[in-house]
T-cell receptor
Framework: DAKTTQPPSMDCAEGRAANLPCNHS???????VYWYRQIHSQGPQYIIH???NNETNEMASLIITEDRKSSTLILPHATLRDTAVYYC????????????FGAGTRLAVHP | KAGVTQTPRYLIKTRGQQVTLSCSPI?????VSWYQQTPGQGLQFLFE???????NKGNFPGRFSGRQFSNSRSEMNVSTLELGDSALYLC??????????FGQGTRLTVV
């Protein structure tokens, strides 16, 4: 699984877009990029995943660069409830049950 | 649809004792994974069970073991508890090649 690098912390104003970067320069061609988040004292929560194309769901958008060496998770209108640690994970198909978590990015959303 | 249920939520044990934690996956999910979360090491993969067989294993000593029953419910056991085993233990379930759903965890304190 690809090693991922994320900034340790970020701040965002409520209502603004939060853009969380992730570097995964060693990612393999068939390795997906997954994003999870963990709100304090809760279990991690799946957000979104993608392989090559940009993806969007009701929670977020995922932008993957053409060379697939980095990606950005976008929370379009951050709320206080989005304050959490966000994890970017490289994962082969079928490997969803062995998640290797890094340190993640601690996102603080301020009023 | 009920989520992943972990019991108990909190547990206090003495060094040298053993402990068993339980995880009931989402109905229909056959894969169950276990993770340990500590402030120092973060979220670490312990092992994964699928159809009553251990399919993946993390880098933990043999004191950590698990099993899965025919109804997909899983238990993990830690023998000869050490102070360093104090952690939040998380269970996740998934269906096929889909995202993992996490429980709220069991917080184990070893004194």
């Amino acid at each position: 699984d690809a090693k991922t690098t994320q900034p340790p912390s970020m701040d965002c104003a409520e209502g603004r877009a939060a853009n969380l970067p992730c570097n995964h320069s060693t990612i393999s061609g068939n390795e997906y990029v997954y994003w999870y988040r963990q709100i304090h004292s809760q279990g991690p929560q799946y957000i979104i995943h993608g392989l090559k194309n940009n993806e969007t769901n009701e929670m977020a958008s995922l932008i993957i660069t053409e060379d697939r060496k980095s990606s950005t998770l976008i929370l379009p209108h951050a709320t206080l409830r989005d304050t959490a640690v966000y994890y970017c994970i490289g994962l082969f198909s079928g490997g969803y049950n062995k998640l290797i978590f890094g340190a993640g990015t601690r996102l603080a959303v301020h009023p | 649809k009920a989520g992943v249920t972990q019991t108990p939520r909190y547990l206090i044990k003495t060094r040298g004792q053993q402990v068993t934690l339980s995880c009931s996956p989402i109905s229909g999910h056959r894969s169950v994974s276990w993770y340990q979360q500590t402030p120092g090491q973060g979220l670490q993969f312990l092992f994964e069970y699928f159809s009553e067989t251990q399919r993946n294993k993390g880098n933990f000593p043999g004191r950590f073991s698990g099993r899965q029953f025919s109804n997909s419910r899983s238990e993990m056991n830690v023998s000869t508890l050490e102070l360093g085993d104090s952690a939040l233990y998380l269970c996740a379930s998934s269906f096929g090649d889909a995202e993992a759903f996490f429980g709220q965890g069991t917080r184990l304190t070893v004194v």
